[in-house]
């Protein structure tokens, strides 16, 4: 499409009779250089757009028509975001070329008392701590929408992470859902730092992807406090592909096990445990508190005495999980066939239990 033909589709968004809402423009060749007109659409009176895809195809693919915002782009798209006619909700901008030069003007469309952001992809750009750092300060502001936020595969450490604690934290924060997953540098310390703020009374993250973040075991006492802590909402926590080892699920148990721990989705595949950690996880099937209703253990080492222990904790009345991950653990074909046996035995008395082996 290039930019000549997003400038002649803007004189159309802009007309009073348009009732276009959603625009995607992934992999049409864009540049900057039609980013002032797609500005002006967005502080048009009349524009009812809502969401608005600039993405391009993941980095480990080839081929298409990447769109070249950069930097200087999403500047002049913030000019727009932050008029009050702007209805927008919902910007992709994953792999756009972008870095830490552009996250003062996102922050000052984020804490713009006009916005309606919600949901922002900012995947595949090379934002680091800096930038993440600047974006922070208008997720902590009062005018601050934005409940879903995506940065993975964005070049970050542990050093933004009280940043974003801070964020999770703030009195006025509506962020329900953060994506941090492929940052290889977040570690152990960068969790630690973003569970003070989940542990927060203000924080409403319910959905949190930590996955290929470098960490190890020694980053489950934080997040076994952040499940267990009066004020927790998490729902859904990923953790694959990550050294966890079993030395310390056991901790991440206790929280699991917890009255107040809601988690519902716990993903742990590719996380190098054995069937030693199986007792733990048995119990918090079994625990009356323990709302999981899904459990990804694939891609582990567990064996057929893992998924013994397992099965003791599916069979309690108090277990309440509906999905259950065992692909590629190194379970033999007569344990397999006792799963499916335990699975077609559930169903009969009512529990609706897939089993995937």
Known sequence: MEDSGVNQLCEGLRSENCKLEKLNLSDCGVTYRCCSALSSVLSSPNSQLTELNLNNKSSLMVGGNNNNI????????????????????????????????????????????????????????NLEDSGVNQLCEGLRSENCKLEKLNLTYCDLTSRCCSALSSALSAPHSRLTE?????????????????????????????????????????????????????????????????????????????????????LEKLNLSNCHLTSRCCSSLSSVLSSPHSQL?????????LGDSGAC????????????????????NEISESEEKNLRSLQEELNRTGRQVDIDT
């Open 70 to 125: 950069g930097d200087p782009g999403v500047n002049q798209l913030c000019e727009g975001l932050r008029s009050e006619n702007c209805k927008l909700e919902k910007l992709s901008l994953s792999h756009c070329g972008l870095t830490s030069r552009c996250c003062s003007a996102l922050s000052s469309a984020l804490s713009s008392p006009h916005s309606r952001l919600t949901e922002l992809d900012l995947r595949e750009n």
């Open 293 to 301: 209703t899904e459990l990804n253990l694939k891609s582990n080492n």
């Open 178 to 262: 953060l994506d941090l997953s492929n940052n290889n540098n977040m570690d152990d310390s960068g969790v630690d730092q973003l569970c003070e703020g989940l542990r927060s009374e203000s924080c409403k993250l319910e959905k949190l992807k930590l996955s290929r973040c470098h960490l190890t075991s020694r980053c489950c006492s934080a997040l076994s406090s952040a499940l267990s802590a009066s004020h927790s909402r998490l729902t859904e926590l990923e953790l694959s592909d990550n050294n966890m080892e079993d030395s310390r699920v056991d901790q991440l148990c206790e929280g699991l096990r917890s009255e107040n721990c809601k």
């Open 309 to 328: 222990q397992l099965c003791e904790g599916l069979r309690t009345p108090n277990c309440k999980l509906e999905i259950l991950w065992l692909v590629d």
